[in-house]
């Protein structure tokens, strides 16, 4: 139920019961999910010896060196739509990096980057 449902709602004549609490379930769950949303996203870059993450909703950056990292690994699970493949990187103040094939289109870049750069500490 979003903006549409709250419109047809407020307009109706004689709305139910029902589409109150419809409205009053879904609407406090779909703004959630939008501003969990807009705060997650995040651009991340790798290149000349450093990954960094830069997040535009919360004006920060956070840049590590590839020293930074303690381990990497590379989770593959087939699904019956195809292969999703998840890195997850580990830096040495305990934050976590995830990301998924799905989700980043320069994905292999960055496996093929860290095999090369950071081939030690990977995760067996």
């Given at each position: 139920m979003g903006g549409y449902g709250?419109?047809?709602?407020?307009?109706?004549?004689?709305?139910?019961?029902?589409?109150?609490?419809?409205?009053?379930l879904f609407s406090p769950?779909?703004?959630?999910?939008?501003?969990?949303?807009?705060?997650k996203y995040k651009i991340v870059s790798m290149g000349k010896g450093?990954?960094?993450?830069?997040?535009p909703s919360q004006f920060s950056k956070r840049t590590y060196k590839l020293s930074n990292i303690l381990t990497w690994s590379e989770t593959a699970i087939k699904t019956a739509g195809g292969k999703y493949k998840e890195l997850e990187l580990i830096f040495d103040d305990?934050?976590?990096?995830?990301?998924?094939?799905?989700?980043?289109?320069?994905?292999?870049?960055?496996?093929?980057?860290?095999?090369?750069?950071?081939?030690k500490k990977m995760k067996r």
């Open positions: 709250g419109k047809v709602i407020l307009n109706s004549p004689t709305p139910e019961w029902y589409h109150y609490a419809l409205l009053i769950l779909g703004l959630g999910l939008l501003f969990r949303m807009i705060f450093s990954i960094e993450i830069n997040f305990k934050k976590k990096l995830n990301l998924s094939m799905q989700e980043h289109s320069n994905y292999p870049q960055a496996i093929n980057y860290l095999k090369k750069k950071a081939s």
